[in-house]
C-alpha cells in the first residue's frame, strides 16, 4: 500500500469551491473584508486574491457587484441600481454648513491638521464640528506631524468610501461636479487649491485610501 504524501493533505480546494467561500464571506460580512481577511479564515493554501478576479467577472452586470472599498472588497448594490433603494435609506443626521466643509478639507486635503483646517476655512473649527465626524467614523486621527508640537492630522475613514461608494481619494468629485450636483453654491469654495475645476490627478493621489462627502 503506497502512503499518501503529507502535502496532500494540505491541497487547497478548486478555484471554484475558493469562489464560493469568498462570495459567502463577503454577503454575511457587515463590512469591507480584506484579502489577508478572507486568507485568513480560508483554507490553507487558498488564493482569495484569484477568487476575487474570477467572482468579480462573474458579478459584472448583475443587480449586485463585488467591489474594491479602500484596501478591502464588498458585495454591494449596482450603483446604477440605487434608486431601487432610496425607501430604505433613512436619513438621520444632517450636517452642518461647518461640519460639510470640515469633512471637505479633510478629504481633499488630507492629512490635515487642525490648524490648516481653520486656515484655508478662515474661522477656527470647533471640537463640537471634529467630534461629530469622529462619531460618524467618516474621519479619524492619521499620522503625528514632524513638526513642532507634532500636532495630530486628520484622514477620512474605509467608512466613509463605502457610504459614498467610492474606491479611492481617486474618485473625488471634481468643483464642477459639486456644483451641478447642487452641492455647492457660488461662494467661494471651502476645498482650496486641490477642489478646483480641473482636479489634480496627483493630489487626489496623495490622499489615496480615502474619499465624497456629502449628505444624499
Keep these: 500500500m503506497t502512503d499518501t504524501p503529507r502535502d496532500s493533505l494540505f491541497e487547497a480546494p478548486p478555484m471554484a469551491e475558493q469562489e464560493r467561500m469568498v462570495e459567502a464571506i463577503l454577503f454575511a460580512s457587515a463590512e469591507p473584508v480584506t484579502v489577508k481577511e478572507l486568507g485568513d479564515r480560508m483554507p490553507h493554501g487558498c488564493d482569495p486574491a484569484e477568487a476575487l478576479v474570477y467572482l468579480r467577472k462573474r458579478y459584472e452586470g448583475r443587480g449586485v457587484q463585488v467591489v474594491r472599498?479602500?484596501?478591502a472588497w464588498a458585495i454591494r448594490t449596482a450603483s446604477d441600481l440605487g434608486f431601487l433603494m432610496s425607501r430604505e435609506v433613512t436619513e438621520t443626521r444632517k450636517l452642518s454648513r461647518a461640519a460639510v466643509e470640515t469633512l471637505a478639507i479633510?478629504?481633499?486635503h488630507q492629512p490635515v491638521t487642525r490648524a490648516e483646517i481653520e486656515e484655508i476655512r478662515g474661522v477656527a473649527v470647533s471640537r463640537g464640528t471634529v467630534d461629530q465626524?469622529?462619531?460618524m467614523d467618516w474621519i479619524r486621527f492619521g499620522r503625528r506631524r514632524m513638526t513642532p508640537g507634532r500636532p495630530v492630522t486628520f484622514v477620512v475613514t474605509q467608512t466613509?468610501?463605502?457610504h459614498f461608494g467610492l474606491e479611492s481619494a481617486r474618485d473625488l468629485p471634481g468643483l464642477a461636479d459639486l456644483r451641478a450636483a447642487g452641492l455647492l453654491d457660488n461662494r467661494p469654495s471651502p476645498l482650496g487649491a486641490v477642489g478646483r475645476e480641473d482636479e489634480d490627478?496627483?493630489?487626489a493621489e496623495a490622499g489615496e485610501g480615502q474619499s465624497e462627502l456629502f449628505e444624499d
Excluded: N, Q, R
Design 160 to 162: 466613509f468610501l463605502d
Design 201 to 203: 490627478p496627483d493630489a
Design 69 to 71: 472599498v479602500g484596501d
Design 133 to 135: 465626524l469622529l462619531e
Design 106 to 108: 479633510i478629504a481633499y
